[in-house]
Nanobody, 117 residues
Framework: QVQLVESGGGLVQPGGSLRLSCAASGRSFSTHVMAWYRQVAGKQRELVADIRTGAPTNYADSAKGRFTISRDNAKNTVWLQMNSLKPEDTAVYYC???????????WGQGTQVTVSS
């Protein structure tokens, strides 16, 4: 069982930056693919970026060049640095963990990001 707690969301002006954090509890953090998803009300949840230990990171086209995902297995934490934010980045951002051996997946509770002037 993995529990995920996101933090770092908030209101930011267009062009600004935010850094989301996701702290994981449980064992074997390094054997989980960690990802950030986002969801706008009435739309499907979409992948923003994911990262696995020892492998290249993966980004949605909308995130490339502006967002950076990183992880520290010693701290059981994954981050999403978001720069040059746009109003269309407004969404609830969710942290997700998937065990690479069992396929079990876990979601955080989500954190709201609002980009508005």
């Amino acid at each position: 069982q993995v529990q995920l707690v996101e933090s770092g969301g908030g209101l930011v002006q267009p062009g600004g930056s935010l850094r989301l954090s996701c702290a994981a509890s449980g064992r074997s953090f390094s054997t989980h693919v960690m990802a950030w998803y986002r969801q706008v009300a009435g739309k499907q949840r979409e992948l923003v970026a994911d990262i696995r230990t020892g492998a290249p990171t993966n980004y949605a086209d909308s995130a490339k060049g502006r967002f950076t995902i990183s992880r520290d297995n010693a701290k059981n934490t994954v981050w999403l640095q978001m720069n040059s934010l746009k109003p269309e980045d407004t969404a609830v951002y969710y942290c997700y963990a998937r065990n690479i051996y069992t396929g079990s997946g876990y979601w955080g509770q989500g954190t709201q990001v609002t980009v508005s002037s």
